[in-house]
C-alpha cells in the first residue's frame, strides 16, 4: 500500500522559513518524480505545482513566485523529499501537499498517488 506523509508545516511570520518532509513507503522511490504542489484552503482553483524533482535529482521546476525562495530536493535512502522554504511571505499560505508519479512531468493530472498534506500559514 502506497503512503505518503508530509510533515513540517506550520505557523510563522512573514521572512520567516518552514522545512517540509515528504516521506514515502510502498512504491520504488527511486523511480519516481516527486513534486510539492499548495492549494489555498476554500479555494477551489487547481492546484499550484510548487516544485519538481525527477528521479535523477534533476530539479525540473519551480513555480516564479518561489523562484530564490524555495527548494525542493531528495533522499533516496530516506524516500523522502524536503522543500526548504525561506523568506515566507503571506501570499504562500496554503496546504502544501506532496505527490509522486512515474512521468517525468510537472502536472497535476501525471500525478500517481498523493499525500494528504501539511498546512503552512504565513502571518504577523
Known amino acids: 500500500q502506497v503512503q505518503i506523509m508530509e510533515s513540517g508545516g506550520g505557523s510563522v511570520q512573514p521572512g520567516g522559513s518552514l522545512r517540509l518532509s515528504c516521506k514515502v513507503s510502498g512504491l520504488n522511490f527511486a523511480e519516481q518524480t516527486m513534486a510539492w504542489f499548495r492549494q489555498v484552503p476554500g479555494n477551489q482553483r487547481e492546484r499550484e505545482a510548487v516544485?519538481?524533482?525527477?528521479?535523477?535529482?534533476?530539479?525540473?521546476h519551480y513555480t516564479d513566485s518561489v523562484k530564490g525562495r524555495f527548494t525542493i530536493s531528495r533522499e533516496d535512502a530516506k524516500n523522502t523529499v524536503y522543500l526548504q522554504m525561506n523568506n515566507l511571505m503571506p501570499e504562500d499560505t496554503a496546504m502544501y501537499v506532496c505527490?509522486?508519479?512515474?512521468?517525468?512531468?510537472?502536472?497535476?493530472?501525471?500525478?500517481?498517488?498523493w499525500g494528504s498534506g501539511t498546512l503552512v500559514t504565513i502571518s504577523s
Open positions: 516544485a519538481c524533482i525527477k528521479w535523477t535529482g534533476e530539479v525540473t
Open positions: 505527490a509522486a508519479s512515474i512521468y517525468n512531468l510537472c502536472a497535476q493530472n501525471y500525478m500517481d498517488y
